[in-house]
């Protein structure tokens, strides 16, 4: 990270492996409630093909989505998720553990027209940034944007 105050923090968030593996549990378990159960075996049928699809399309959103936040003094908070940076404003009610980041955010009115005003939240796993990086953040979200 550099040392000077006036340039920009940059944190590459990859995908979280703890993340994927629980998932994975999940499904697992789903399954197996699904045939445990005392349905019709077509409606088991059903419900393993849902899961599956559900699995599928869940995993392909968790290795795909590559988001970078990043600080300046003079721009704040930015946010790109793939495309370009856009000014984003840190909400009061973003969570901060140890394990996991919760940040909640909206886009600045001047940044996108259509999303101004629409919240979102960001899962921010421990493992998806270096230790390092990960203590970072938390300390610039806490000095910065939740007070």
């Not at 009061?92 to 980041?101: D, R, Y």
């Not at 919760?102 to 899962?123: A, E, I, N, P, V």
């Not at 970072?136 to 979200?141: A, D, T, W």
Request: hydrophobic share 45%; proline share 1%; charged share 20%.
């Amino acid at each position: 990270m550099p040392k000077a105050s006036n340039a920009a923090l940059l944190f590459a968030i990859k995908p979280s492996k703890r993340l994927k593996r629980l998932v994975i549990i999940v499904h697992a378990l789903a399954l197996l409630a699904s045939m445990a159960n005392a349905l019709v075996f077509s409606v088991k049928i059903s419900l393993w093909v849902l899961i599956g699809l559900h699995y599928r399309f869940t995993g392909r959103r968790l290795t795909a989505k590559k988001v970078t936040v990043k600080y300046s003094e003079s721009l704040g908070w930015e946010l790109s998720e793939g495309v370009g940076f856009a000014s984003i404003e840190i909400l009061k009610s973003t969570v901060i553990t140890t394990f996991a980041l919760f940040l909640h955010y909206k886009y600045s009115s001047q940044s996108r027209l259509g999303m101004s005003g629409h919240k979102k939240t960001l899962l921010v796993s421990n493992d998806a940034l270096t230790d390092k990086d990960y203590r970072h953040l938390i300390v610039k979200l806490k000095t910065t944007a939740i007070k």
